[in-house]
Nanobody, 115 residues
Framework: QVQVVETGGGLVQAGGSLRLSCAAS????????AGWYRQAPGKQREWVAA???????DYADSVNGRFTISKGNAKNTVTLQMNSLKPEDTAVYYC?????????WGQGTQVTVSS
């Protein structure tokens, strides 16, 4: 059974940076496509960034130019580098990782940006 775990969340001041990691375990196969999503209190979960199996990236307008998604050096990791953080980036961040074309969600990691 594939398990996805997000790490790297925390509390940061506006303008600061955080690096989130998403690790998939339980499979000998690598992560194909993956995406990061976030959910703020009282709001629906929204898409933040995606990376294809071939490494093509895409970003929501709200984070474009500030966030970078990439495949980690380790085979089954995906990272989200978040710079110039704003209070409105505060949310629980979730990773969705595809292994053999099946998608798996992690439990999320809290990111809080203070003003």
């Amino acid at each position: 059974q594939v398990q996805v775990v997000e790490t790297g969340g925390g509390l940061v001041q506006a303008g600061g940076s955080l690096r989130l990691s998403c690790a998939a375990s339980g499979s000998i196969f690598s992560i194909g496509a993956a995406g990061w999503y976030r959910q703020a209190p009282g709001k629906q979960r929204e898409w933040v960034a995606a990376i294809s199996s071939g490494g093509i990236t895409d970003y929501a307008d709200s984070v474009n130019g500030r966030f970078t998604i990439s495949k980690g050096n380790a085979k089954n990791t995906v990272t989200l580098q978040m710079n110039s953080l704003k209070p409105e980036d505060t949310a629980v961040y979730y990773c969705n990782a595809q292994v053999l074309a099946k998608a798996y969600w992690g439990q999320g990691t809290q990111v809080t940006v203070s003003s």
